[in-house]
């Protein structure tokens, strides 16, 4: 090559790729501002109490933070608001097993967080964080044999419960459930509305899914010993 095929090439190429990345950086920069909703003052607030109680110490958010304890990117479409907002205020008041302190949060703070939680699980993140490979098998052990494992499954309570060593550990343990003397009728009448059996049920009430889909799921729990 001579020298001024060198130089060309050198020259033209610089500038080809640098028309590229400047084409590129125009689309990402047009694309910023729909990547998130907009913040409004309780998101603000929000943002405060996160810092003020310095949770970041122990959860992960976006990435970022202390692997103690459970990220919290996404938690609001894992758990209904009216649960967090009471784990938030009392964690072992909900589960007595809860390793979170009950940090003196109050209702209007813990509005304020949920709302800032809300706003950082619309933030497009491209899919981050990813789904746990086993999400699938985290529902059910193997495939559901039953309606009422079905309805289990569907419903997502593994969120919370798990049945032998699979699933969430928000709510109690399940594997043994029906040893406890509790007949399918309670069962029924705890997952309409679990506040009439205990006062105190951070529980998701489940009074929108059909009665006999119910019945079905609570002939499930009866037999689990
Ligand atoms: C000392 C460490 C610590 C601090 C500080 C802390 N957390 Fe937690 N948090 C935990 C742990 C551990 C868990 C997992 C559940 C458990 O064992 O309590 C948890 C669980 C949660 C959950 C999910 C509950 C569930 O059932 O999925 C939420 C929501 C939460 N924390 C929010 C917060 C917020 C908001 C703050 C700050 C105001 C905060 N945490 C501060 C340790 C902490
Ligand atoms: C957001 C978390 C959450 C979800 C989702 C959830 N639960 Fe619960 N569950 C709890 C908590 C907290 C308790 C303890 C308070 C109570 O007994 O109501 C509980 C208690 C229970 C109990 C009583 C256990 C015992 O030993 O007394 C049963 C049974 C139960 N849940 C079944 C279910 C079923 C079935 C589903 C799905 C339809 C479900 N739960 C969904 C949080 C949850």
Redesign the pocket.
């Known amino acids: 090559m001579t020298n001024k095929a060198a130089r060309n090439l050198f020259i033209f190429g610089s500038l080809f790729f640098f028309v590229i990345f400047l084409g590129l950086t125009v689309d990402t920069m047009n694309q910023i501002d729909g990547r998130a909703p907009e913040i409004t003052k309780d998101v603000d607030a929000g943002k405060m109490?996160?810092q003020?109680?310095?949770?970041?110490?122990?959860?992960t958010i976006l990435g970022n933070g202390?692997y103690?304890?459970?990220d919290?990117t996404k938690?609001v479409e894992?758990?209904p608001a009216g649960?967090?907002k009471q784990?938030?205020m009392d964690?072992?008041g909900?589960?007595p097993?809860?390793?979170?302190?009950k940090?003196g949060?109050s209702s209007q703070?813990a509005d304020q967080?949920l709302a800032f939680?809300t706003w950082i699980s619309k933030v497009d993140t491209n899919g981050w964080p990813p789904k746990p490979i086993l999400a699938a098998a985290a529902s059910v052990a193997g495939q559901p044999q039953s309606r009422g494992q079905q309805v289990y499954q569907s419903q997502g309570c593994s969120?919370?419960h798990s049945i032998k060593g699979i699933g969430?550990?928000?709510g109690p343990d399940l594997t043994k459930v029906g040893a406890n003397g509790k007949d399918a009728e309670w069962h029924v009448k705890h997952l309409k509305d679990p506040h009439s059996v205990n006062p105190k049920s951070a529980m998701p009430a489940y009074g929108g899914v059909p009665e006999a889909d119910l019945k079905e799921l609570a002939a499930y729990l009866v037999t689990l010993k």
């Not at 003020?52 to 959860?59: A, N, P, Q, R, V």
């Open positions: 109490v996160w003020k109680y310095d949770c970041i110490g122990c959860h202390s103690f304890a459970p919290m938690i894992q758990k649960y967090l784990f938030l964690p072992r909900v589960n097993k809860a390793a979170m302190p940090l949060i703070e967080l939680l969120a919370c969430g550990t928000s």
